[in-house]
């Protein structure tokens, strides 16, 4: 079964909008856990935009599934990350300006950071995952820098419309990046920009182990309750995997 991993940034970014105590993205993942989610991811960012160290902290103390710290790959990010010990960090881009995410990280340009990084995470018994764009080259390069995952970047896909020749173009880059991340012997991921309309054909990729996904469900939590929310999400994400077997 696909493992789904909520992302609760957005939770923070509304509390920092008012400068106040809540919502509590803490709380939120407690919720998130209790209707179905198999860990919590949050984005520790520079800027501390949105999540703060206050709140790595106490979801480390609380969560209990799985634990994934999104990060820079830079020093004073690095730091936190081996006083809290979250079970996984997923490194990957990021710039001042960007609303989120752009995309995958530079593992070929970057690759020495990356791998010195990689292997101090390891070193202190902390899962490594490399968010990549789905790319040949990118795939093959995550196991040679230390990497124990491999999150294929989905927002390509994602921002096609469905049912498109140009959908249908990025999830083959999806689905051939996949079968290369696998191969090499690394777990395989997939997030950014995934909804519940798109959700099928990505939870379908062959040997996914684990999606992060975060926007949407904490979207549609505002209309319907997290716990619906995340439900709701579970469902479709098995439809696309008996779909992905039906075929």
């Known amino acids: 079964m696909i493992r789904l991993f909520i992302n609760v940034d957005h939770i923070a970014t509304l509390r920092q909008q008012r400068?106040?105590?809540?919502?509590d993205p803490v709380v939120a993942a407690g919720i998130c856990e209790l209707s179905g989610a198999d860990g919590i991811t949050v984005h520790l960012r520079e800027d501390r935009r949105h999540i703060q160290e206050r709140d790595v902290r106490i979801l480390r103390q609380t969560v209990r599934g799985g634990l994934n710290l999104e990060m820079a790959a830079v020093q004073s990010i690095v730091d936190i990350a081996l006083q809290i010990g979250p079970?996984?960090?997923?490194?990957?881009?990021?710039?001042?300006?960007?609303?989120?995410t752009e995309g995958g990280l530079d593992v070929i340009g970057r690759a020495g950071e990356i791998a010195k990084v990689a292997r101090t995470l390891r070193d202190a018994g902390?899962?490594?995952?490399?968010?990549?764009d789905p790319e040949e080259e990118s795939a093959r390069a995550c196991?040679?820098?230390?990497a124990t995952q491999a999150e294929l970047h989905t927002g390509d896909y994602c921002h096609a419309k469905v049912g498109t020749s140009e959908a249908s173009r990025e999830l083959a880059r999806l689905e051939k990046a996949g079968r290369i991340v696998v191969d090499t012997g690394l777990r395989l991921a997939a997030g950014h920009g995934i909804?519940?309309?798109?959700?099928?054909?990505?939870?379908?990729?062959?040997?996914?182990?684990?999606?992060?996904?975060?926007h949407a469900i904490v979207a549609r939590a505002?209309?319907?309750?997290m716990e619906r929310a995340v439900q709701d999400m579970r469902k479709a994400i098995h439809e696309g995997v008996r779909s992905a077997h039906r075929e």
């Open 143 to 146: 196991v040679d820098l230390g």
């Open 222 to 225: 505002v209309m319907v309750g």
């Open 87 to 100: 079970d996984m960090c997923t490194l990957v881009p990021e710039k001042r300006e960007e609303r989120t």
């Open 195 to 214: 909804d519940y309309v798109n959700v099928g054909p990505v939870a379908g990729l062959a040997n996914l182990e684990e999606m992060s996904i975060g």
């Open 19 to 23: 400068d106040a105590l809540y919502p």
């Open 126 to 132: 902390i899962g490594v995952s490399l968010f990549i």
